[in-house]
């Protein structure tokens, strides 16, 4: 499809037909989506350049029912959702505007390198593309209009110049003098008609042009005539041969990729141009290398480049760094001491060195600060730079914008913790600087170590990371979130405290970090100081939404956070756009920096307590919701689900033990229990039901005998078998006999048998089991089948467990659910294995680990490696076999599956004895039993093999 908003809106089909677009809202929403092609444009975008500034009521439904309309006349495919709002998928040399764009460019250059012939054609094709007032369908778009009518007479500027150079200036003369009554303070057109009319033989016309300009710049704003016209009128008066061959015009050609490199002294630059307000650097710029590669390739590409993020992230010295590799004039405008809107165009005036009129007021009417602005970067090529707008969002966004309309060779970058939100931006976050995982391989690796390291070495002569000190770097790093401006404050304090002290001393970071640059804006020398400044520029709305958000450990869904928050997720969105928040993966997160300054302020607000209640009830629910659809068909979905909720699950578990709510607190971890073991969280969670259970007491709470059990099961899942936990494993079989079936919580079924076994009559236990089975729901009865199967295996009536385990197998598959499946082919594989068909345990064994990869499920993977192993030991390849224990081990490690570590260091041990190594097999012996869990009824074969192994390695010692 081919678009058009170089006059009335329209789209042409492949053949060229026109397409039926509709009414003229929808053409509207077209031609603002089309002045955009390829790029997210913004909700509130779209509706003030819809609606203007009397939006309707219900304006995002009315917004949502245009786009879809337009979906309906263009296809679907063609206009995507975005979360940030919506996007045109079309490339954007199929749009009018944007090919007339590239098209004046290409004019421009080949102007420049001196070809006026094909420069005159590629302008006139470019300006052949209009075909009215541009944007006409978006009668709001007002700037952005403006912007393209700038272009089109900058265009028109570059054609006559291409066609002076070609002697055509008797053919000129009747054009330029309709354009410089319609223009009458364009310079560059009065010296063009200056030099058609010298060119046609009228030398004194073209000096009464000059004469006349001089005196209407005079008279309007109090300034002489530019450089340009100046070097025409001389030119004119001294008959110079130059007025009648090609003249180059200044123009700003195509920037080279930028090179990281020192910044230049004031007013000077390496690579050229007038560098205004730039100051040499006293640190190097460390880390950013690939950022400021970004922004050079948006500054070539875009007339506005906004740097936006959380404050300290470094934006400032990124928009230094880019200034500093332009080749052209720079001028960099701070306006953080900029108290108030009107306050910005005087800024931006004294940065450029621009100076109030010397004659007295009465001789000259006054002339205020934009419209000397526009005068004087009319026809003047520069990037400008405004750091730290977020104060003066709206005065700097409608500066740009005017400026942006009216002077064709100007650039803006500007940085800011929030978007200027005008059309033709582009938007370039600023995240932290790349953060190492806890235990990295090599530190130095990531670039938040690096800029640690060498602010440290500045402090501390000498400093350098290595191996006494990287976990504490690495710790004060991820602490501080990545964020230069506090990793910065951090390396400070090493002038009175060792690494470790402020590793130590992060819990109080805002008191920790304190001792910023004397010479540093106020707001940068604290690290409190940093986020309050932040937090000064919310609305009250923002400021109770960011305070309540701070209970959310692991970020928030637009929902939760809504529920749990109270305010609409409007607020939500606008805190991202402030950068408070960031949106990742679906999620908002607050760095923990920021999180840690909200979470002071919602103790302040005295909510502290109701806040965090309605997040475990949020949480509550969602477990409610999700534990038994994680064993169906859809728990791979439910599985990711609480992954991204899997910190606040915890966290709320937390709350419940800290505040008094020990009912609400079994209820959450009973039912998270099954994520969590199917995910490995073994320990931490382990912890959890501890202190959970320290906090009820001895007595079980009426009516949760279930959720109890489930709570004093998950104590055991350390595998540490001490006094207290063997009491807590005879309080379970007291509690609920082994008939229970449980009614509340499910996945108890599993985790009892597993913890505690059969009782002593195992034939008994199966009669039961038979007696049950079949008016059991779907899962339970699948498990029950598996544990009816090991049952009889137990009984050595090998051929029936064969045919029950294929049973519990079919159940499984037909549910859908993969752990349980998983679990069966593990049992067929041990049959298998024990019968001594070790090819057939192999197959079953590789096709349980297939599943726990797709599960994710690292405790199942380690243990179908390490049946995978056992069984290659009994194909006689020891050497498969280890690379199998040695992966299981690894995997067990991570997730602190004691009794699968176990199993990997006994086979390990095993194939050491094979290869005749008895002294390591006798020390992975020892290891292994010393992390057997000794009371769980499921680990008592591999306790069995231990003692097996090792007395055949003392016995051939």
């Given at each position: ?390 104060h003066l969002v709206a005065a700097v966004a409608e500066l740009a914008d005017v400026l942006l ?428 294995s024990r019968e001594g068909d070790y090819a057939a345990s192999y197959a079953l064994s590789d ?111």
């Amino acid at each position: 499809m081919r678009f058009e908003i170089l006059g009335p809106t329209s789209v042409l089909d492949e053949d060229g037909a026109p397409v039926a677009l509709g009414g003229p809202r929808v053409r509207a929403l077209l031609t603002l989506l089309a002045l955009n092609a390829g790029r997210v444009v913004g909700a509130g975008q779209l509706v003030d350049d819809l609606y203007g500034p009397h939006p309707p009521d219900g304006v995002a439904n009315a917004l949502q029912s245009q786009v879809s309309r337009l979906r309906r006349a263009l296809g679907r495919d063609v206009v995507e959702f975005h979360p940030a709002g919506y996007r045109l998928v079309a490339d954007p040399h199929d749009v009018d505007a944007r090919r007339f764009e590239l098209l004046a460019l290409d004019g421009r250059r080949a102007l420049a390198a001196g070809d006026a012939g094909r420069a005159a054609a590629l302008l006139s094709e470019a300006l052949e593309l209009w075909r009215g007032a541009p944007l006409a369908d978006a009668p709001h778009a007002v700037s952005a209009a403006a912007g393209l009518e700038e272009l089109r007479l900058a265009a028109v500027e570059d054609r006559l110049q291409a066609d002076l150079a070609l002697g055509r200036h008797r053919d000129l003369v009747a054009e330029l003098r309709r354009l410089t009554a319609a223009h009458p303070l364009r310079e560059r057109l009065r010296a063009q008609l200056m030099r058609a009319l010298y060119g046609s033989g009228r030398q004194a016309e073209a000096l009464a042009v000059y004469d006349e300009a001089r005196r209407l710049l005079d008279r309007e704003l109090g300034i002489e005539p530019g450089a340009e016209l100046a070097a025409a009128h001389l030119a004119v008066l001294r008959a110079d041969p130059s007025l009648t061959p090609q003249i180059t015009p200044q123009i700003t050609a195509p920037n080279p990729p930028p090179v990281p490199s020192s910044l230049p002294t004031p007013g000077a630059s390496p690579r050229g141009g007038l560098k205004q307000g730039l100051r040499a650097q006293l640190t190097s710029f460390v880390g950013r290398a690939e950022e400021l590669a970004q922004v050079g390739a948006r500054l070539r590409d875009s007339r506005l480049v906004t740097l936006i993020g959380p404050g300290g992230a470094g934006k400032t010295r990124l928009a230094q760094e880019a200034a500093a590799q332009e080749p052209g004039d720079v001028c960099f405008v701070p306006l953080a001491h900029v108290a108030g809107a009107a306050g910005v165009p005087g800024a931006v005036l004294v940065a450029l060195d621009i100076r109030d009129a010397l004659l007295p007021a009465p001789q000259r009417a006054a002339v205020g600060p934009v419209t000397r602005l526009l005068t004087a970067l009319a026809e003047r090529d520069l990037l400008l730079v405004l750091d730290n707008c977020e104060h003066l969002v709206a005065a700097v966004a409608e500066l740009a914008d005017v400026l942006l309309a009216s002077c064709p060779g100007l650039r803006v970058l500007t940085t800011s913790r929030e978007a200027l939100g005008i059309t033709g931006e582009s938007i370039l976050p600023v995240s932290p600087l790349r953060l190492p995982p806890p235990e990295p391989d090599d530190p130095l690796e990531y670039a938040a170590v690096r800029l640690f390291a060498d602010r440290a070495a500045a402090v501390r002569p000498g400093f350098a990371v290595d191996a006494g000190n990287a976990a504490d770097v690495v710790r004060i790093c991820r602490a501080l979130d990545g964020l230069p401006l506090a990793i910065e404050l951090a390396a400070a304090r090493l002038r009175t405290l060792s690494v470790a002290d402020v590793a130590a001393r992060l819990d109080d970071r805002f008191r920790l970090l304190t001792r910023g640059s004397r010479t540093a804006l106020p707001r940068h020398q604290t690290l409190r100081a940093v986020v309050a400044w932040s937090w000064d520029l919310l609305d009250d709305a923002e400021q109770r939404l960011a305070a309540r958000l701070s209970v959310f450990v692991g970020g928030a869904t637009p929902e939760a956070a809504e529920r749990v928050c109270g305010l609409p997720e409007e607020v939500l969105f606008s805190l991202a756009e402030k950068s408070l928040v960031e949106y990742v993966g679906g999620r908002y997160r607050m760095l923990d920096t920021i999180r840690a300054f909200c979470a002071e302020r919602l103790a302040d607000s005295g909510e502290t307590t109701a806040i965090r209640d309605a997040h475990t009830a949020y949480y509550l629910d969602l477990v409610l919701t999700a534990d038994p659809l994680l064993r169906t068909a859809d728990q791979l979905v439910w599985l990711a689900r609480l992954d991204e909720e899997s910190d606040d699950l915890e966290a709320a578990v937390r709350w419940t033990t800290a505040s008094g709510q020990p009912e609400t607190g079994l209820r959450l971890l009973a039912h998270s229990a099954c994520y969590w073991w199917m995910r490995g969280h073994r320990g931490v969670v382990a912890g959890l039901a501890a202190a959970l259970l320290a906090r009820i007491g001895d007595a079980c709470p009426a009516g949760m005998e279930e959720e109890y059990v489930m709570c004093l099961l998950v104590t055991a899942w350390t595998g540490v078998a001490d006094d207290v936990v063997r009491e807590r494993l005879a309080e379970v079989r007291e509690l609920l006999p082994i008939t229970h079936l449980p009614e509340r919580v499910e996945f108890l079924m599993m985790m009892r048998s597993m913890f505690t076994g059969p009782p002593g009559d195992v034939e008994q236990i199966y009669h039961e089991l038979q007696a049950h089975i079949d008016g059991l729901p779907p899962w339970q009865r699948a498990l029950s089948y598996s544990g009816a199967a090991f049952v009889l295996q137990i009984l050595g009536r090998v051929e029936e467990s064969l045919a029950t385990f294929r049973r519990a197998l079919a159940a499984f598959r037909t549910i859908g659910e993969r752990w349980g499946t998983v679990l069966v082919l593990s049992g067929l594989g041990e049959l298998a294995s024990r019968e001594g068909d070790y090819a057939a345990s192999y197959a079953l064994s590789d096709e349980a680990l297939t599943l726990a990869r797709e599960l994710d499920a690292r405790a199942e993977m380690a243990e179908a490696l390490c049946r995978r192993g056992d069984a290659l030991l009994g194909m006689g390849e020891p050497l498969g076999g280890r690379a199998d224990y040695e992966e299981a081990a690894e995997l067990a490690r991570r997730v602190g599956s004691m009794d699968m570590l176990a199993w990997a260091h006994l086979g390990m041990a095993e194939v050491a004895l094979i290869g005749g190594e008895r002294d390591a097999a006798l020390s992975l012996l020892a290891q292994a039993r010393a992390e057997c869990p000794d009371d769980w009824y499921s680990t008592e074969d591999i306790r069995n093999r231990i003692d097996e192994a090792l007395g055949r390695a003392v016995s051939e010692r």
